[in-house]
């Protein structure tokens, strides 16, 4: 079975900064996918980045980029010049075969962004 | 020009009652599927359709009853609504089934039993 933790429920960062959001996880599995979703205050889900678990060259999309740190299962996503839109849940999910094709999330961590 | 869309996006009805959500893709893909956010926003799969057939059935009380029509629609039928299903419903399709495909959600439905 695969698993996600988001050790961090909340985090803030003030307009314009760097911030990080942790994510480790856990799977048995040799070949798995990563993402990162956001979840603003619409409600809709957003896929920010994803990071297949064979590329070790860390994915970016903008401002956003990855930690990923595959012997220590770590994924975290670093946020560059936040901006206040970025405010939201954010989301961890990894999908591992070996019968079990789902997308696992963890529980979330809330950002704020303070101007 | 929604790429996938839900309806209803909220709804409100007493225990007992049955109800239906929709969702309908135009991305042209072939999976789709049903998660279901908690109070704690704990986003967990239900269902899972590849080309109109169930592939994933998590844990899920009978009384849920995922329908798909086509490969761009799959509608949720919960039977005798509990206040536990009180909740956030997303469907989100993909363009296949596996572990490298991208998943596009829907905006949810927040069904709320009285």
């Known amino acids: 079975a695969q698993t996600v933790t988001q050790s961090q429920p909340e985090m803030s960062v003030q307009e314009a900064e760097t911030v990080t959001l942790s994510c480790t996880y856990d799977?048995?599995?040799?070949?798995?996918?990563l993402f990162w979703y956001k979840q603003p205050p619409s409600r809709q889900m957003i896929l920010v980045i994803r990071q297949e678990a064979y590329k070790q060259q860390n994915a970016t999309e903008n401002r956003f980029s990855v930690n990923f740190q595959k012997a220590a299962k770590s994924f975290s996503l670093k946020i560059s010049d936040s901006q206040l839109g970025d405010a939201a849940m954010y989301f961890c999910a990894v999908a591992s075969g070996g019968g079990s094709e789902k997308l696992v999330f963890g529980k979330g961590t809330k950002l704020t962004v303070n101007p | 020009d929604t790429a996938v869309s839900q309806t209803p996006k909220y709804l409100v009805t007493q225990m007992g009652n049955d109800k239906s959500i929709k969702c309908e893709q135009n991305l042209g893909h072939d999976t789709m599927y049903w998660y279901k956010q908690d109070s704690k926003k704990f986003l967990k799969i239900m269902f899972s359709?590849?080309?109109?057939?169930?592939?994933i059935n998590e844990t899920v009380p009978n009384r849920f009853s995922p329908k798909s029509p086509d490969k761009a629609h799959l509608n949720l039928h919960i039977n005798s609504l509990e206040l536990g299903d009180s909740a956030v419903y997303f469907c989100a399709s993909s363009q296949s089934f596996g572990i490298r495909e991208t998943q596009y959600f829907g905006p949810g439905t927040r069904l709320l039993v009285l």
């Open positions: 799977t048995s599995e040799s070949d798995y996918y």
């Open positions: 359709y590849n080309n109109k057939e169930l592939i």
